[in-house]
């Protein structure tokens, strides 16, 4: 590989970690993603806002903003440990 191809991304965990005191949305985390130089995204179910469930819209802000989307995480209460939790699970990681 060589270093001047490389592309960085940022992973949205850093504002997520604020929790209510990011008053911020998905629009500024892009903003502030690519304002920063970053090249990417990783952002989380709980960041995505009011993108959820619309991923065309979500493509044109990233498009808009210069980010590919590097990574999608979400996150599940138990941990994707619990036995009797799979199939809520499962169908969680079907919707997205």
Known sequence: MIVKNLKVGCQTFTWEMLGDRFAGGPDDLLKAIADGGYAGIEITDT?????????????????????????????????????????????TAKRW
């Open 47 to 91: 960041m995505i806002g009011r993108y959820a469930g619309k991923p065309a819209e979500f493509a044109t802000a990233l498009k808009a903003s210069g980010l590919t989307l590097v990574s999608f995480a979400f996150g599940s209460k138990s941990g994707f440990t619990l036995k009797d939790k799979i199939g809520a699970d499962l169908e």
